[in-house]
């Protein structure tokens, strides 16, 4: 459970490798003066990531011009140590501050939706129904830029007292990944549809 | 990326198993105005959640005493529908609100610790070098009640709209899940210790 001062690291290439290993963010607002933090998928284009949701989602509301944190974190392993002191966890986070900012031509918020649907399923947008009006006014898209940032992350096996190696206790790391499992398609597909190839070469983490 | 309302559950059950199944979690805090949202590890026992780092933490010095939201969040799947906009993720999730409390007595402290530890590794706590009253006085540790608290959820199959069943797009679930690697032993064990049966039994999400 140690909990001393892990390696900060703060180069765009160490961000933008682990906002693009993985969708899923926490985003930090503030609400009536106490914090709210929801699960959403994030997205990055460059300098900025983005994020979507209903036009009516409360989050999206008290983001939207007030300052946010945007956090991702994967768990990369347990790390057993021979004190409790040192037992720890294998991770790479990122957290974004700023303020967010609201995506408001319809022409920019459909290409954003486009290269998030097409980032995760690569040449999926063009074969779906087309994406009406009415969904695009529905959908609100958020963005912060990626300036006021920082990275952390742990690996390797753990780190004991000197003294303490010397004990009679296993020690070392058990490897968690998010696995993605075979695809289960809809029962209602039509019995024509194949599976898009790319489906298959998925990896999150 | 439909964001229509979810299914919002409160009951208990719920609530507790999804918080039993993701020791990750995201603590929301309020700093100077602005929301800090920091990766850590929660664990449940009866009516509280308890999490715990370094006395010096700039998050958990924020938390004391002030309101905070913990989120615990696991993604289960990716939702391909025949439109974008009916495209969505299978997730649990668990929102809890209210006053962050420190645990003030080392021997409650410890006993808290132990139950930590000795959930995720059962019967670890008794074979560990002892805690010393330095390691206790250096980690502070965190709860909340569970009672302003949500849990929200999706999964199945995507749900598009009637007409576009008719079209011949592929839909489906990917499903997602975090796998529990073999263990790594630390290369500096000693050579007589054996890896504790309890883990490979181990399992997250």
Redesign the interface.
Known sequence: ?R??PERGRYDRATIDAILDAMP?A?????ID???????T?QWREGDRVYW???AA?RMLRSAADH?????V?L?DG?V?A????H?S?N?R?V?L?GQAEKVSAPADKERL??A??DG??PG??T??????PQ?LK??TVLSMPIDEASAKLRCG??K??EA???????????????????????????P?????AT?KD?R?G
């Open positions: 459970m909990r001393l899923l926490h985003v930090g607002t503030v003066g106490a914090p709210v933090v929801t699960p998928l979507h949701g209903s989602s300052p946010v944190c945007l956090t974190s768990l347990l057993l021979r004190s409790a002191f037992h966890v991770y986070s957290m501050f939706l486009r998030f649907v995760l399923y999926r947008w074969g779906l129904r087309p994406m009406t969904e529905a959908t096996p753990p004991d007292d303490d190696y010397a004990l009679p206790i296993w020690a070392g790391v058990v490897p968690v990944q998010l696995s993605v499992l075979a695809p289960e398609p809809d029962p209602r597909n039509r024509e549809v194949e599976i898009p489906l998925l999150l």
